[in-house]
């Protein structure tokens, strides 16, 4: 099917992201006329799906414990003054659980 639908998608992200705003319009002329860039981008965003897909699949099978462990290692350097409560949410927990999780892990 070579349609171009509207479709939405949302990101979340808890650092410093970066959004670029591309006119749709232009978007799709410059898809129908560049068959590589249309293959590239679809690509694209079907990568950036299966790694989000797979990242929420690992999120939801890991202990708390783990998941906590996990956001530390992968963001080392995350800037302390994000609120803790938006740290719990990406990690699908409880603002307490989160608190809970970071007291044992501290006192172990």
């Known amino acids: 099917n070579d349609s ?5 998608y949302n990101w979340e992200s808890i650092g410093i992201t ?4 591309i006119d749709k ?3 799709k002329d ?11 981008i679809i690509s694209y965003f079907q990568e950036c799906y299966a790694d989000q897909s797979a990242l929420h699949y690992s999120l ?9 462990q ?3 290692d992968y963001y080392e350097d995350f800037p302390s003054e994000i609120p803790q409560k938006f740290v719990a ?3 699908n927990m ?4 989160l608190s809970e999780v970071r007291s044992k892990l501290q006192n172990s």
Do not use: C, G
Request: no cysteine.
């Open 89 to 91: 949410s990406f990690l």
């Open 60 to 68: 939801m099978t890991m202990r708390a414990k783990e998941r906590y």
């Open 25 to 27: 319009d232009l978007m």
């Open 30 to 40: 410059a898809m129908h006329t560049e068959p590589n860039l249309r293959s590239y």
């Open 4 to 8: 171009i639908k509207d479709i939405s």
């Open 94 to 97: 409880l603002p307490q659980t």
């Open 18 to 21: 970066w959004v670029l705003l």
């Open 70 to 72: 996990w956001f530390m």
